[in-house]
């Protein structure tokens, strides 16, 4: 068993974190960091947990440290939920003291020699972390993409064979994806808000690093152009998002290429049975119905018509945030980085 | 005061025909048509009020009556909330009756020799009414184009000088489009549902008949290429869409082609100040917030990005539906085609 | 392993039932019934799957019967979630075949010789069998109460002794109680309607049987004045009521009540650790967090105050119906009645 | 025409009231107030406009002044949308300084000497306007309820006369009550939160004023005893409440006084035809429906039913809240006070 920490443990991707973590057969969860205000005092009466499964009473007990290297001795590897401005500075100075962090913030995703993976897309692309300590770092960093690149990355994943050049991508993103207090319901209940800050251009430069080639220590970026278009839309959990991918091939040989699809990578604890899961349906993939599949794993692909168009869907908190991460921590043990 | 009907006048859409017509200025309600099961009551006790808006209690004393041609001998002109399937041979009767038609079902849109219209958009199409008089018809048909074609091409009237030709489209649609018993709570609620029956197929054709040009007696119709992706979202009013229209000109040259727009008709009562209202704001249009701008029958565009991307939305009911009629309605009269 | 089947296995309650059903330790489930129309064909082809939960691949190749005491030969119990306009004769049939019926439905509930069990509640009302025995039927029904009685009366059970004789109770109904197709979402969305057909009246009976005392072979109902008002809110799943009861003891003897309860059975597979639980927080129980709790089973109760006024929630289709059913159907079998 | 101001013109509250004093007939508005921060530029450059009604174009170049009773030297009367905590200050020193104060804020409702006043329930508690001036102030403080009690006293007034002494009150509040930023999206979506910080008390103890007797220069409290739950559910806007008042009568008595209902005034602007408008359905009110009812300020009430229960329900942040208090003003400004 790997010592295992979350930075910014209270908070909606944090509790996320502590659920996915609580009792996973490779990692030990022993240490939980958040604001000074909440430092000392027993995890479970610092945080309001808001999540719609059971409250983890083992992990409850555990003393919360504040948020600084210092708290982390017992820890090999970290998992940072911590928001994009504090997580620059303290990521670094964890991986500058030798640790592994994987981490759900934007801070460090498009720096040259930093890993942003998803496993199933480019597990090649871990090995920036011998660039790293080539850099002279004594651990590393990896980070996840953005939720809504993640869903579409995985979606593409079985595509890449037709090479394609250009995607329009318009999504209709959970209001969970903003954090627990970050969608006012006055501002989202009967309605459409047709803006998401800064999410169309991760969506656009994230996926270019993701689906890029690793050679000669660097990545480089793939050759689309994506252009998208980001809607937060009044539902809980779950990105739906409707793609266009400039594929010349008939339907038929498309559908067959997500039936077939298989990922690169196998025996990850949290990895779902289908990393891809394709529907005939004439209405589906649903958020609300389809974003546990795989344990929210599952990215799950329908409406495939010409075009090329289609739908895709996954769970933002789990696929999306905490469960890339630790589905990244996972591929990186079963590599040895560690 | 032009004497008045409404066909199907108990459902969403015929209530909202009744909304618009209680104190028209032009013309005068006298006829309200149903189910045999209604007819011979008085419309207050068969109706079942689902609008937000007071019910027009000087209507609720109209004697229901069935639908067909012999209810309408003492209008000139009717508007047609009936279903597709039942709307095909009762509107061709009542025209051949010598009636005029202003259909907001789809039955007849398609057909070459009637005009499909939206005021700002193609006025002079209604010149099809001759046709179908050449074709020994006493009275006619005209029809309005689907809710989200209406709300696009209402969008794209303002650049069409810049010559474009391809057209994505990605809706986010009320649920109210699909009449009161439509979606059941459980269907949509926290949930997107990413296929709306026939609605792609509508947009992608109905849009080339409107924007298409008049001559030598026919449409023909505009060389775009179209391709829909559409949604149910948890909206009761107001279809939201994000489109890329293939503009090479700067952002800058567009905004001010949507400022600039003068639409090619005015005067008619239920026409709005503005049909196309741009908005600078980040995060604007919203439907609860902008559906009910102009009463409902003006279209809000923003976001406007490189791409060249936009949203457009629109009251779907209003603007998308009997409002369209009832403009369609004006516009004839003010041609002197009753 | 017992052989089981399920009347009305296409519905809301009917998948429900199938979920909790698939992998049971003490009943099989061998037979799925559905209309004519869908007799004949694999449960996976005629079913539209809408739980938020994977579909049980092993139960979707069960060939679905039309619903009739000849298609239930394999089975000795039989579990009905058909409506109550057909429950009636179909569920008489099969007793009088001698099946035992663990029906959801409402038509025999208040019929004397029947139980009417919440197992937590009075499983000694289970003695009605051997009435029904008398009364010359081989087998027997068994019914569980209204999803909203359900909740209520296992919130008073840790009170009864406390002598109270007064109830006021007003209900947020979630919308799955109304079946799949049951709300349209024009309906409730943005919206309270606050009127469900009969539930107030089921509430204030059904609850005086079940609280009521065998004696005799017979119930006789409590004393109580129930006066229930039932209202439909936005919540997909999750009964939540405000209830009133004339306890005059002070605040802390009935949190002691609440805490302190256990219930009269134990051992049963579905039967959560906690059947009434709880909460200390001030804004505690909500059902989109707290509805889950025991997988669906346990009610949660929470802000208690002076009146003596507090919360009940609980799961309407799982606690409320299917999963009241199975458990009644474990009792009935450690009973030893089958 | 009356000058009048507006403290706090940038909230949830304060645009409501920009919205009903834009046009008002008898009140000019002249001056807006808000934070340091906004005071001096335009109000339309400072408000971020959240009502789905049009921003009413002639106030937005009023220039936004300090909070302060120096900014409002051209005003006689003052409207306090001012947050609970900053109120109680400010509106003393505005009524110290000569002004007339109608106030929503709760700071001062319940101090002996200052009216909490619903026109058409207790016009008369206006009297203690002379007591303020008696101990020695220039203006005066002027209040009315919070917005769950003005619904609900609305609805008993028809009732008085049958000498109830009993309430117990269950609401369903809509999110707007708690401001735009209230309510965050994660924690009401699909879901009810049975606790509104507050409210229930203020229901309580305001109640018995409004409903008291003016008599010897104070107001003898009614002698009730309300037992108040109160909820928040998935509402936009308007509070519905289910009630319980101890009235022996048939309930066809009660009917009648509801339709027969007579507020003591009359003639107010923004007084509705109906104050309290009784319905027959068996399903309402409903807030999406029945909310806009006399632009917002009529009660609506029905399901009356032997117990005696019904439902009431009333627009919250118009007859509850901004148009309460502008009303106020107008019954202050008719009975010559100003």
Same mark, same amino acid.
């Given at each position: 068993?790997?010592?295992?920490?979350?930075?910014?443990?209270?908070?909606?991707?944090?509790?996320?974190?502590?659920?996915?973590?609580?009792?996973?057969?490779?990692?030990?969860?022993?240490?939980?960091?958040?604001?000074?205000? /909440?430092?000392?005092?027993?995890?479970?009466?610092?945080?309001?947990?808001?999540?719609?499964?059971?409250?983890?009473?083992?992990?409850?007990?555990?003393?919360?440290?504040?948020?600084?290297?210092?708290?982390?001795?017992?820890?090999?590897?970290?998992?940072?939920?911590?928001?994009?401005?504090?997580?620059?500075?303290?990521?670094?100075?964890?991986?500058?003291?030798?640790?592994?962090?994987?981490?759900?913030? /934007?801070?460090?995703?498009?720096?040259?020699?930093?890993?942003?993976?998803?496993?199933?897309?480019?597990?090649?692309?871990?090995?920036?972390?011998?660039?790293?300590?080539?850099?002279?770092?004594?651990?590393?960093?990896?980070?996840?993409?953005?939720?809504?690149?993640?869903?579409?990355?995985?979606?593409?994943?079985?595509?890449?064979?037709?090479?394609?050049? /250009?995607?329009?991508?318009?999504?209709?993103?959970?209001?969970?994806?903003?954090?627990?207090?970050?969608?006012?319901?006055?501002?989202?209940?009967?309605?459409?808000?047709?803006?998401?800050?800064?999410?169309?251009?991760?969506?656009?430069?994230?996926?270019?690093?993701?689906?890029?080639?690793?050679?000669?220590?660097?990545?480089?970026?793939?050759?689309?152009?994506?252009?998208?278009?980001?809607?937060?839309?009044?539902?809980?959990?779950?990105?739906?998002?409707?793609?266009?991918?400039?594929?010349?091939?008939?339907?038929?040989?498309?559908?067959?290429?997500?039936?077939?699809?298989?990922?690169?990578?196998?025996?990850?604890?949290?990895?779902?049975?289908?990393?891809?899961?394709?529907?005939?349906?004439?209405?589906?993939?649903?958020?609300?119905?389809?974003?546990?599949?795989?344990?929210?794993?599952?990215?799950?692909?329908?409406?495939?018509?010409?075009?090329?168009?289609?739908?895709?869907?996954?769970?933002?908190?789990?696929?999306?945030?905490?469960?890339?991460?630790?589905?990244?921590?996972?591929?990186?043990?079963?590599?040895?980085?560690?």
């Amino acid at each position: 068993m790997i010592n295992v920490g979350v930075l910014g443990a209270t908070g909606a991707v944090g509790q996320r974190f502590v659920q996915l973590l609580a009792e996973h057969p490779w990692f030990k969860l022993t240490t939980l960091t958040a604001s000074e205000r /909440s430092a000392g005092k027993l995890y479970r009466d610092v945080v309001k947990w808001r999540l719609d499964v059971p409250f983890p009473e083992s992990i409850g007990t555990i003393r919360v440290s504040p948020t600084s290297v210092s708290s982390l001795k017992d820890v090999d590897l970290v998992f940072s939920a911590l928001p994009a401005e504090v997580a620059k500075e303290t990521e670094t100075a964890c991986a500058n003291a030798g640790l592994a962090v994987c981490s759900n913030a /934007s801070s460090h995703r498009m720096e040259p020699d930093i890993p942003l993976v998803v496993p199933e897309v480019n597990p090649d692309h871990l090995a920036l972390i011998d660039v790293q300590r080539d850099h002279g770092r004594d651990g590393f960093i990896v980070t996840n993409p953005n939720c809504s690149t993640i869903v579409m990355t995985l979606a593409l994943a079985p595509l890449r064979g037709f090479g394609f050049h /250009s995607i329009h991508v318009a999504t209709m993103q959970a209001i969970s994806g903003a954090g627990f207090e970050g969608v006012p319901a006055m501002g989202i209940y009967d309605n459409v808000i047709p803006y998401i800050g800064q999410e169309e251009q991760k969506m656009e430069t994230e996926t270019l690093k993701i689906m890029g080639t690793f050679e000669q220590k660097t990545v480089r970026p793939a050759a689309y152009r994506v252009s998208a278009s980001c809607h937060r839309v009044p539902v809980i959990d779950g990105h739906t998002m409707a793609m266009w991918v400039d594929i010349q091939e008939p339907v038929e040989k498309v559908k067959e290429a997500f039936i077939r699809y298989k990922p690169p990578i196998k025996g990850l604890p949290t990895q779902p049975k289908e990393s891809v899961h394709f529907m005939d349906d004439p209405d589906r993939p649903q958020p609300r119905l389809d974003r546990n599949r795989g344990n929210g794993m599952t990215v799950s692909v329908g409406r495939l018509r010409e075009g090329i168009r289609f739908i895709a869907m996954g769970h933002n908190t789990i696929r999306g945030a905490a469960g890339a991460s630790v589905l990244n921590a996972e591929l990186i043990s079963s590599k040895k980085y560690l």
